[in-house]
T-cell receptor, first 111, second 112 residues
Framework: EPEVTQTPSHQVTQMGQEVILRCVPI?????FYWYRQILGQKVEFLVSFYNNEISEKSEIFDDQFSVERPDGSNFTLKIRSTKLEDSAMYFC?????????FGPGTRLTVL | RKEVEQDPGPFNVPEGATVAFNCTYS??????FFWYRQDCRKEPKLLMS???SGNEDGRFTAQLNRASQYISLLIRDSKLSDSATYLC?????????????FGKGTKLSVKP
């Protein structure tokens, strides 16, 4: 069964450093998403992406964040200068019809 | 602000019990609803989609009450493997597409 994959599974970084989180959505899906979940809190929407551009973003997704689809398979989330409060699980999702399927997540720890 | 509210639990039930969770949503324009389950430190996995009055899949039944703006999830004959957090999820813009708003989840613990 096709699934969304994400790398790395765990990323540790120093405050102020740039990180890139990678996702490979399910191959025939056209809509892609990033969500985050701070430990013990609910899953929060960050950004949606369709037809090679951002279709929607939340107030969390400020100028420090960017997304890219550099080739036909990868979908990346970049955080330019990480802050302590960026520590969270970051989930990528892709959508077929009305249903979104999530990857296993990247645990980002900012020290 | 569009919100999804759930009873956080935890619900501690014995194997074989029937348990029900409720969820209320604020966006009256919502047309579709989802229940996801999330195991500890794992990704949300889609359990059930609800587009009309309800849906049933084996031991799981979801019911929708549009007038009261709540959705319920019923689990019959609960198994140890049902232990997880159950997330009520509603699309942001009320339609069946687009960005999802998650509830905080209801934690279920099924004991032998």
């Amino acid at each position: 069964e096709p699934e969304v994959t994400q790398t790395p599974s765990h990323q540790v970084t120093q405050m102020g450093q740039e990180v890139i989180l990678r996702c490979v959505p399910i191959s025939n899906h056209l809509y892609f998403y990033w969500y985050r979940q701070i430990l013990g809190q609910k899953v929060e929407f960050l950004v949606s992406f369709y037809n090679n551009e951002i279709s929607e973003k939340s107030e969390i997704f400020d100028d420090q964040f960017s997304v890219e689809r550099p080739d036909g398979s990868n979908f990346t989330l970049k955080i330019r200068s990480t802050k302590l409060e960026d520590s969270a699980m970051y989930f990528c999702a892709s959508r077929e019809n009305n249903e979104q399927f999530f990857g296993p997540g990247t645990r980002l720890t900012v020290l | 602000r569009k919100e999804v509210e759930q009873d956080p639990g935890p619900f501690n039930v014995p194997e074989g019990a029937t348990v029900a969770f409720n969820c209320t949503y604020s966006n009256s324009a919502s047309q579709s609803f989802f229940w996801y389950r999330q195991d500890c430190r794992k990704e949300p996995k889609l359990l059930m989609s609800v587009y009309s009055s309800g849906n049933e899949d084996g031991r799981f039944t979801a019911q929708l009450n549009r007038a009261s703006q709540y959705i319920s999830l019923l689990i019959r004959d609960s198994k140890l493997s049902d232990s997880a957090t159950y997330l009520c999820v509603v699309p942001l813009y009320g339609g069946s597409q687009g960005n999802l708003i998650f509830g905080k989840g209801t934690k279920l613990s099924v004991k032998p």
